[in-house]
């Protein structure tokens, strides 16, 4: 069964730096997620992203956040300069169908 | 906009039990209603969806649910529960009219095993 894969699955980085989250969606898909949990808390909306725009984004999602797709494949997140409140995992989804997401395994990222 | 509460943060259950979690949801009109199971260190994983149609849905590992529109729930349930069923586990709902933020999810019920 395809799978929406991200990397890397671990990401350390110093307050401060830019950091860039990868994700390949499921190959058919047209519809694509970030979104962040932050340790014991619950999963939160960060953005959505369609035709090669974005259809929806949360508070959370300031100035610091974009999201591209640079290629046929790839969809990344990237955080410009970094805050200790950005260690989350985040997560990369999918779908064909809205709002039947597929998710990826995640990328826990730390900011030191 | 759509709210899920999960009202059990976390649920201790002997091994071979049955299980309920509950989920409560608040949404305008006939919501897409999910659950999650999220492992230690891994993604989440669907387990079941309820769209239309039959209000009790079977899903993967033997959980089913029931959506219950008189009382906005969508309880997840199994008969009889294996260690391996400890997890995190999230419901969610999706808007029915297809909004392009997805889900939105519960805060999760840790789920605890007894042996």
């Known amino acids: 069964e395809p799978e929406v894969t991200q990397t890397p699955s671990h990401q350390v980085t110093q307050m401060g730096q830019e950091v860039i989250l990868r994700c390949v969606p499921i190959s058919n898909h047209l519809y694509f997620y970030w979104y962040r949990q932050i340790l014991g808390q619950k999963v939160e909306f960060l953005v959505s992203?369609?035709?090669?725009?974005?259809?929806?984004k949360s508070e959370i999602f300031d100035d610091q956040f974009s999201v591209e797709r640079p290629d046929g494949s790839n969809f990344t997140l990237k955080i410009r300069s970094t805050k200790l409140e950005d260690s989350a995992m985040y997560f990369c989804?999918?779908?064909?169908?809205?709002?039947?997401?597929?998710f990826g395994n995640g990328t826990r990222l730390t900011v030191t | 906009a759509q709210s899920v509460t999960q009202p059990d943060i976390h649920i201790t259950v002997s091994e071979g039990a049955s299980l309920e979690l509950r989920c409560n949801y608040s949404?305008?009109?006939?919501?897409?209603l999910f659950w999650y199971v999220q492992s230690p260190g891994q993604g989440l994983q669907l387990l079941l969806k309820?769209?239309?149609?039959?209000?009790l849905v079977q899903g993967i590992k033997g959980f089913e649910a029931e959506f219950k529109r008189s009382q906005s729930s969508f309880n997840l349930r199994k008969p009889s529960v294996h260690w391996s069923d400890a997890a995190e586990y999230f419901c969610a709902v999706g808007a029915s009219g297809g909004g392009a933020d997805g889900l939105t999810f519960g805060k999760g019920t840790h789920l605890i095993i007894q042996p």
């Open positions: 949404y305008g009109a006939t919501p897409y």
């Open positions: 309820y769209f239309s149609g039959d209000t």
């Open positions: 992203f369609y035709n090669n725009e974005i259809s929806e």
């Open positions: 989804a999918s779908t064909s169908s809205i709002p039947s997401l597929h």
